[in-house]
Structures are given as C-alpha cells and as structure tokens.
C-alpha cells in the first residue's frame, strides 16, 4: 500500500462506467462498461459482453481503446465493451461462475461446486443486464457479440445452442468441452473459438481441435485461433485482438 502521503493518486480509466445489479432473487453482480470516445453511429455501436469481468473486463476495455482508435491498421472498430462481475460479496466467485456458466451438473463425481444455473445467469443478462447497458448508453442491439473463457467459453457455446438469436457474434476461448460437448449447428462464421497451444490440463487442446474437426467435417464452417505458446490461463489474453476484431466486423 503507498504512503498516502505520497504524490501517488488513485487511478480510473477515462469513459469507464460500473454500477451494481441485484437479481429478483438476491443475486449480486455489477455490470461495468466502456465507450469509444468519438461520436456512435445513428444505429449506435456494437458490444461485446466479456464474462468474468473481474479478470478480462480491463485488459479487453484497454485492447479496444487502443487498437480501434487505427481500424485501418488494426481490423478493431470502435466498440462498447460490457465486463460481467461476479460480486466477490457474494462469496466464492469460483462457486458463482460454475453455477451460472453450467447448463448440466458436472460430470465428475467429486466436483465439490454448485452448477446448472445458466438459464437463470441467461435472464439476468437479458432482463437486467443488457437494458442497463443500453440505457446508459447507444449500443445496437442487432450487433452484440459475447466473449468467455473456460466455463465462460462453455456458457458461450450452450448459449449459441439454445438461444442462437441473442448475438449476433460470439467468442469461446478455451471452452470447458471435458463438461459437456455443445451440439453448435451453425450455418455461418458468427463464431470464433480459441486456445492456447500449451493447454494440456484435462486434454483441453485434443478436445477442442476434435470437436472443431467433427464440425468442419460436418460442413460447418468455424472460425479456430490458436494463441502460440499460450496455457489456460493466457489464452484469452494473447487472443484478445482476435476477439475484437470478430466482434467489431462489419
């Protein structure tokens, strides 16, 4: 902790927004965002949500900033980016990410972490969330797009399974396939999925280079990034550029 003596002062990223969300259950999360500084277009900008926001909200909300201010160079149009909390009063944020990213209870027997909430985790978005997020500022609601890793990335999939009309882009890192293998039936290029070359835990690599070959082989076409040298844990980071790009497309 610094001297609070010292010239040190506090910092807050410029056009940064966060407020706190209650569920009519008692479910707390906070729900932050961040905007392009120009002027949005007459349909406004597209989004990108980012699950686990208290890990990837700031590193995606800098990326954007940075690389959408030379679309030119970069391939990044200007872009809110939406950062999902889970409020880490509410307890183990581990417990609520596995309850809420999870269609099914888990496959393992020892699996000490509750599960299967995703559906009520969907309502929130849709209920709360997203009417927060767009009330406060002009967001298209025909160009969002949604980004998670690990269980996140899950929730992504089984998500694209079940309500394909939410996004209109979608972004799975890493996803938690050892869970559950989601059954995407896509007829276009609207997903993403990435990896990290170094992800060898739980055969996280072999499964989704697998699923992704049983895909292409079923004729639907799919976007696949792998981060070169990248483990579990910095795979969404080293694929961050990917992401905004796929999100921000025209």
């Known amino acids: 902790m610094l001297d609070p003596t010292s010239p040190w002062t506090p910092f807050q990223p410029q056009r940064q927004w966060m407020r706190p969300l209650e569920t009519p259950s008692g479910r707390r999360y906070r729900l932050a965002i961040s905007l392009p500084e120009e002027a949005p277009p007459p349909e406004g900008w597209p989004s990108l949500t980012v699950l686990d926001g208290h890990r990837l909200f700031q590193a995606v909300a800098a990326t954007a900033s940075a690389l959408s201010a030379r679309p030119e160079k970069t391939g990044v149009r200007p872009l809110g980016v939406i950062g ?23 496959p393992e027997p020892d699996w000490a972490r509750p599960s299967g909430g995703a559906e009520a985790f969907r309502r929130f978005l849709i209920d709360q969330a997203w009417p927060a997020a767009m009330d406060a500022a002009p967001l298209d609601p025909g160009r969002r797009a949604l980004f998670g890793h690990s269980l996140g990335g899950l929730f992504v999939l089984e998500t694209l399974e079940r309500r394909r009309d939410l996004f209109a882009r979608w972004i799975s890192v890493s996803p938690s ?74």
């Open 84 to 106: 999902v909390f889970h409020d880490e009063m509410e307890g183990s944020v581990e417990d609520a990410r596995a309850l809420d990213f999870t269609d099914t209870p888990c």
């Open 177 to 250: 396939l050892w869970w559950r293998a989601p059954a995407v039936d896509h007829a276009d290029d609207r997903l993403l999925v990435g990896y990290g070359e170094q992800e060898t835990g739980r055969d996280m690599r072999a499964r989704i280079e697998a699923w992704a070959a049983a895909a292409d082989g079923a004729g639907r076409p799919l976007r696949l990034r792998m981060a070169p040298g990248a483990d579990h844990g910095a795979a969404p980071f080293a694929l961050i550029p990917h992401a905004l790009r796929h999100a921000s497309a025209a």
